[in-house]
C-alpha cells in the first residue's frame, strides 16, 4: 500500500540519511489515486510494457535521451552528489532557509548544506575581518579617524534603519495571515531582495516566520492526507473482506458437491 501510509519519511538503505515525503506530494498522490480510480494496492504507474515503473526504468530512460541530447559521450556524467550540490544552491537561491534545506535533503546537521552552498559561519567572519582591515588600512591614510568613524556610525545607523522596516513589516504581514513572499516584501519595503537573504538578523526573522507559516499549512495538510489515507486503507480492507467472503462461498459451494456426490 505504497499510496495509503501517512508516514513522512523514507529511508535510504545503507546510508545515514531519510528522504522526507512532502506532505503536499502526498496529498496530490492521494486525491490523483482517487480521481483515477486506482485501487490501492496496485502502482500509480506503469513502463512501457505494462510493469511496475522501477528506478532502473527511470534511469534506463535517463541515459537513452543524453546522447541524443548531446550531453552523454560514453562517459559517465551524472554523479548523485553533483546533482544534490547544484539542487541546494538552487533552492538556497530561490530563498530557501538552510534548515528547510536540510530537512528537504534528509542531512543530519546545517554544516552539510553550507557545505553544499559553498558557505560557513567561518569564512563569513574571516571574510567580513579582512574587509574592515583593509578599510581601516585604506582609509587610515587618506581620511581622519573621525570623519571615518562618522561614516561607519551612519552605515551602522541606516542599516539598522533597513532591518527595523524589514522585520516590522515581515510580522505585519504574518500578523495579517498573509503569504510571506520576500518580492511581496521587497515591493512594500522599497529594500532589495537580497538584503532579506543576506543580512543575518532579518533571515533569521524571516526563516522564523515563514517556517511558522509553513507548520500551519503542514498541519491542515496532514490532517487531510491522514483522512484520505485512513480512508484508502478501509477500501482496502473492505476489498480484501469481499474477497475472503467470496472465497469461503466457493470453498463451501464445493463442499456442498462433493458431499451430494459422496452421498
Excluded at 18 to 23: K, M
Excluded at 37 to 58: A, C, E, R, V, W
Excluded at 98 to 106: F, N, P, V
Amino acid at each position: 500500500m505504497p499510496f495509503a501510509s501517512y508516514l513522512p519519511y523514507t529511508r535510504i538503505p545503507e546510508t545515514n540519511r531519510s528522504i522526507p515525503i512532502p506532505e503536499g506530494l502526498h496529498l496530490m498522490v492521494l486525491k490523483f489515486a482517487a480521481m483515477q480510480h486506482i485501487p490501492i494496492d496496485s502502482y500509480l504507474f506503469y513502463d512501457n510494457n505494462g510493469k511496475k515503473y522501477t528506478y532502473q526504468s527511470f534511469r534506463k530512460a535517463i541515459m537513452g535521451q543524453c546522447p541524443l541530447r548531446g550531453i552523454l559521450d560514453n562517459e559517465y556524467v551524472f554523479r548523485g552528489n553533483g546533482y544534490q550540490i547544484e539542487f541546494c544552491k538552487w533552492l538556497y537561491k530561490a530563498g530557501v532557509s538552510t534548515q528547510a534545506i536540510r530537512d528537504y535533503m534528509g542531512y543530519t546537521s546545517d554544516e552539510t548544506v553550507k557545505k553544499n552552498l559553498g558557505i560557513s559561519d567561518e569564512e563569513v567572519i574571516r571574510a567580513s575581518e579582512l574587509f574592515f582591515q583593509k578599510m581601516d588600512n585604506v582609509l587610515g591614510g587618506v581620511l581622519p579617524v573621525t570623519k571615518y568613524d562618522k561614516m561607519k556610525e551612519c552605515n551602522q545607523a541606516e542599516n539598522r534603519k533597513k532591518v527595523e522596516l524589514a522585520i516590522t513589516e515581515i510580522k505585519k504581514m504574518e500578523t495579517e495571515g498573509k503569504k510571506i513572499s520576500v518580492s511581496e516584501l521587497s515591493k512594500n519595503t522599497g529594500l532589495s531582495k537580497a538584503f532579506f537573504y543576506k543580512n543575518e538578523d532579518v533571515r533569521t526573522v524571516l526563516d522564523a516566520s515563514t517556517e511558522q507559516q509553513r507548520e500551519k499549512n503542514f498541519i491542515a495538510i496532514k490532517e487531510e492526507v491522514k483522512r484520505m489515507s485512513l480512508e484508502r486503507q478501509v477500501e482496502y480492507y473492505e476489498k480484501k473482506i469481499k474477497e475472503l467472503l467470496r472465497e469461503n462461498e466457493s470453498l463451501q459451494a464445493e463442499n456442498a458437491k462433493s458431499k451430494r456426490k459422496n452421498s
